[in-house]
């Protein structure tokens, strides 16, 4: 029982960064997308929080909030079948929660933790339940998100391996129909991204732990040791990096596939640090004290990433710039009194949410830094100016 109360506890220290890391970030041009571009069920769900809860940045990350820790939950529940140790599990979430890009898919608005979510409920109901229920799960996920589609080609692997043809054949159907309705974004000529996207899968999983990622699947495929988690995780991946010599891939789309196999790749580290007396664990200990220090630094950096802007000559070069000034930008035009303005379309679309609406009354234009004028407004992190605007009254009469 006391685990339980473990569990909750991370998840409520989780929870609670996150909401109060919401306060620091605005609206991105890329969630308006989101919000208003293509129908999707991730934009319904989004915009269904935003009606009950009116416009503002809680209403707007509280949905992926809510999924990233059910996520959670499904992953503690799947490493049952994994791990004996209840406390080894609560490292692994531990883990889970920490990575770079669990953190960011919790927080922003994108497909990334609504797939998590979806494959971490798939797995779940498939290794726990009657078969039937993941049917159910399955035929739905064809009709709500693309990204599914490499769960279906996953499957179809799968069920090859495995000799389930009824499997096979459901699979082989819900692949068609998500190609038919989504397709297959491939695109352009060929031009090398492949070294770019092994340093962002880097930064998503930390350099030491997508190392491991590699050497427990090469490993499981040279032992011949394949489960689901292993054919969800393995293709996609590969596929990725293959894609990625052609092209340069959207992250969002294929790390939450490897994310969801982590109950595979504790199992190897726990099962190899286990089967050796305590005089040869040491090793182990340390590349997972490393690991988890690591985590921690990456997890500080984001949660305190505002205070870099005291250090970056060029506060553009900030890896969240495109998700801050909106928020404060909108208010201190309210507290002028400008309720409208004229600006450059990607900022006039993320003040509109904040209720600065697009009108020809005030004209708000960017200017450099340094620049010191009557009527501009500046917006300022960590004692540092990173953004000032001239806000001009036109008089159209």
């Known amino acids: 029982m006391?685990?339980?109360?473990?569990?909750?506890?991370?998840?409520?220290?989780?929870a609670l960064i996150l909401l109060l890391q919401t306060t620091e970030l605005s609206i991105s041009n890329k969630e308006l997308h989101i919000l208003y571009g293509d129908s999707s069920f991730l934009q319904f769900f989004i915009n269904l929080s935003l009606k009950l809860f009116?416009?503002?940045?809680?209403?707007?990350?509280?949905?992926?909030?809510?999924?990233?820790?059910?996520?959670?939950?499904?992953?503690?529940?799947?490493?049952e079948n994994y791990i004996l140790l209840n406390k080894d599990r609560l490292w692994v979430i531990l883990v889970f929660v920490l990575l770079p890009g669990v953190m960011?898919?919790?927080?922003?608005?994108?497909?990334?933790?609504?797939?998590?979510?979806?494959?971490?409920?798939?797995?779940?109901?498939?290794?726990?339940?009657?078969?039937?229920?993941?049917?159910?799960?399955?035929?739905?996920?064809?009709?709500?998100?693309?990204?599914?589609l490499y769960l279906f080609f996953s499957l179809i692997l799968f069920s090859i391996?495995?000799?389930?043809?009824?499997?096979l054949i459901l699979n082989t159907i819900l692949f068609l129909i998500s190609f038919i309705l989504y397709g297959l974004h491939i695109k352009g000529s060929p031009s090398g991204h492949f070294l770019d996207t092994i340093g962002i899968y880097?930064?998503?999983?930390?350099?030491?732990?997508?190392?491991?990622?590699?050497?427990?699947?090469?490993?499981?495929?040279?032992?011949k040791e394949f489960d689901i988690l292993w054919f969800i995780a393995s293709p996609v991946l590969l596929f990725s990096l293959l894609l990625s010599f052609r092209q340069k891939i959207e992250i969002e789309h294929f790390a939450p596939?490897?994310?969801?196999?982590?109950?595979?790749?504790?199992?190897?580290?726990?099962?190899?640090?286990?089967?050796?007396?305590?005089?040869?664990?040491?090793?182990?200990?340390?590349?997972?004290?490393?690991?988890?220090?690591?985590?921690?630094?990456?997890?500080?950096?984001?949660?305190?990433?505002?205070?870099?802007?005291?250090?970056?000559?060029?506060?553009?070069?900030h890896f969240a710039y495109k998700m801050h000034i909106a928020k404060e930008l909108a208010q201190l035009l309210k507290d002028k009194n400008i309720r409208c303005v004229e600006t450059k379309e990607k900022m006039a679309e993320r003040l509109k949410f904040y209720g600065i609406k697009k009108c020809k009354a005030n004209r708000l234009q960017e200017i450099?830094?340094?620049?010191?004028?009557?009527?501009?407004v500046t917006v300022s992190y960590a004692q540092r100016v990173v953004y000032r605007a001239n806000v001009t009254k036109i008089n159209n009469r």
């Not at 880097?202 to 032992?223: G, N």
Request: no cysteine; charged share 15%.
């Open 2 to 14: 006391r685990y339980r109360y473990i569990l909750l506890l991370i998840l409520g220290v989780d």
């Open 54 to 79: 009116s416009n503002n940045d809680f209403a707007l990350r509280i949905p992926m909030i809510s999924l990233h820790l059910m996520s959670a939950i499904l992953l503690y529940k799947t490493l």
């Open 104 to 148: 960011s898919s919790a927080i922003v608005v994108n497909s990334a933790g609504f797939i998590i979510f979806g494959l971490s409920l798939f797995i779940y109901l498939y290794q726990n339940f009657n078969e039937k229920y993941s049917y159910i799960v399955l035929i739905i996920y064809a009709f709500i998100d693309k990204d599914f």
């Open 161 to 167: 391996y495995s000799k389930n043809n009824r499997f």
């Open 202 to 223: 880097a930064t998503v999983f930390s350099p030491i732990i997508f190392i491991y990622i590699f050497y427990v699947l090469y490993k499981k495929y040279l032992l």
């Open 257 to 317: 596939y490897i994310i969801v196999a982590l109950p595979l790749f504790a199992q190897t580290f726990i099962s190899s640090y286990r089967v050796r007396l305590k005089m040869f664990r040491k090793t182990y200990k340390n590349i997972f004290i490393l690991t988890f220090s690591l985590l921690v630094v990456y997890s500080l950096i984001i949660f305190f990433n505002k205070e870099f802007y005291s250090v970056i000559e060029n506060p553009k070069k």
């Open 368 to 376: 450099a830094l340094e620049t010191q004028k009557r009527g501009s």
